[in-house]
């Protein structure tokens, strides 16, 4: 089941196919979040294949995405199970309902897995839509 393999809290194998453009969504559904930081964290089988270059993006239809944070070449992921966090640099108090995580480059390996195993969000969650 990969969503509870990216959502939960235990160190995981959770690999995309070797594609251009791999990425893992979350549908919040009915609760729209104002995210401020979130936390990645690598997978458990090997120190390899760590993400590097990335895209968080939202969305409140699934089909229109608006950037929030971009990292290129970032180093911060270098263990099986590590975890960092990272600011959003460009929601700038915008509400999603539908976040996507994407990898734009190759990973620590130089292929194009995209391998996690958690996802965490942080900010303020809402009951009700954006005005």
């Not at 089988?45 to 970032?74: C, K, P, Y």
């Not at 480059?105 to 391998?115: I, Q």
Request: with cysteine; proline share 2%.
């Amino acid at each position: 089941d990969y969503a509870s393999s990216i959502c939960g809290r235990s160190v995981v194998r959770c690999v995309s196919r070797a594609v251009q453009n791999s990425w893992f969504s979350i549908d919040f559904k009915d609760k729209w979040i104002e995210i401020s930081h979130y936390t990645l964290r690598h997978y458990s089988s090997w120190d390899t294949e760590a993400v590097r270059s990335w895209v968080v993006e939202g969305s409140n239809d699934g089909m229109n995405f608006t950037l929030i944070d971009q990292r290129v070449n970032d180093q911060s992921l270098q263990s099986k199970g590590q975890a960092h966090t990272w600011p959003c640099t460009k929601n700038h108090g915008r509400r999603w309902k539908i976040f996507r995580f994407r990898q734009t480059d190759k990973n620590s390996n130089n292929h194009h897995y995209f391998a996690l195993s958690g996802i965490e969000l942080y900010g303020k969650m809402w009951l009700q839509p954006p005005r």
